[in-house]
């Protein structure tokens, strides 16, 4: 029972009620890239991806040539300004999301979601690995109609590799982007040199890969 009650998506009506302020002080200091996480150097464009547990996503996307920031934080849920625990406690509905700002003419929309297909496996529905819940779901929370289109696109893609590979659906949901919401200081860039230089958070890549 508690196994399910983590894997059920909780409804609006249900949700904790949350705050009217962000729990991460404006602003905050990107450790790698030195400017504040909240923000969006010029010419960038943003992609919200949930890809299980945030800490080595994030790590993932700011070693990623192109990449301009990013910033850990909570999505696709009804409370707003969580905490890490509500969001844990399947209270919310958030997933776990890395905010990443990119920059288009070094990296595309659709590589980035190459590396996102690549390095987890979305087939697992609210869990990745031993990480189960409905904040380690897997989604694409999309910013534009044009990203909807290429995020469709690369998910089919994907599916006919997963497919061809052995593994069932892809669960991941497409869905227009709401509104971001920053998660705590400890949790920005949390496999930093400067934070945690001997943290660990694994990536549950399958080995299964295309060129969409």
Same mark, same amino acid.
């Given at each position: 029972?508690?196994? %399910? ?7 609006? !009506?249900? &949700? ?20 504040? $996480?909240? %923000?969006?150097? &010029? #010419?960038? =464009?943003? !992609?919200?991806?949930?890809? #299980? ?5 994030? +790590? ?7 990449v301009t920031n ?7 849920? /009804?409370?707003?300004?969580? @905490?890490?625990?509500? $969001? ?6 958030? !997933? =776990? ?8 003419? +070094? ?6 979601? +190459? ?13 990745? #690995? ?8 897997s989604a694409i /929370? ?5 990203? *909807?289109?290429? *995020?469709?696109?690369?998910? &089919? =893609?994907?599916? *006919? *590799?997963?497919? !061809? ?6 669960? @991941? ?5 709401? =509104?971001?919401?920053? &998660? ?5 860039? /949390?496999? %930093? ?12 890549? @399958?080995?299964? @890969?295309?060129?969409?």
């Amino acid at each position: 029972m508690f196994l %399910s009650q983590k894997t059920a998506l909780i409804d609006q !009506a249900s &949700a904790l009620p949350g705050r009217d302020r962000t729990v991460l002080e404006n602003p905050t200091f990107h450790e790698i890239f030195g400017i504040p $996480v909240q %923000s969006t150097p &010029a #010419g960038s =464009e943003v !992609a919200y991806l949930a890809l #299980g547990c945030f800490w080595g996503a994030e +790590k993932l996307f700011w070693q990623t040539p192109g990449v301009t920031n990013s910033a850990a934080g909570y999505q696709g849920g /009804y409370t707003p300004n969580p @905490t890490y625990e509500e $969001v844990c406690s399947g209270g919310t509905g958030h !997933a =776990e999301v890395v905010r990443v700002a990119y920059d288009p003419n +070094k990296i595309s929309y659709a590589d980035l979601l +190459k590396i996102f297909f690549e390095n987890h496996d979305p087939t697992q529905g609210m869990r990745q #690995g031993n990480d189960v819940g409905t904040q380690y779901r897997s989604a694409i /929370y999309t910013a534009t109609e044009e990203q *909807a289109e290429v *995020a469709a696109r690369v998910l &089919a =893609e994907f599916q *006919a *590799a997963f497919s !061809a590979a052995g593994y069932g659906k892809i669960t @991941t949901a497409v869905v227009p982007a709401g =509104e971001f919401f920053f &998660a705590e200081d400890y949790h920005q860039q /949390y496999l %930093s040199e400067g934070k945690n230089p001997n943290g660990y958070c694994p990536i549950h890549a @399958t080995g299964v @890969t295309c060129n969409p």
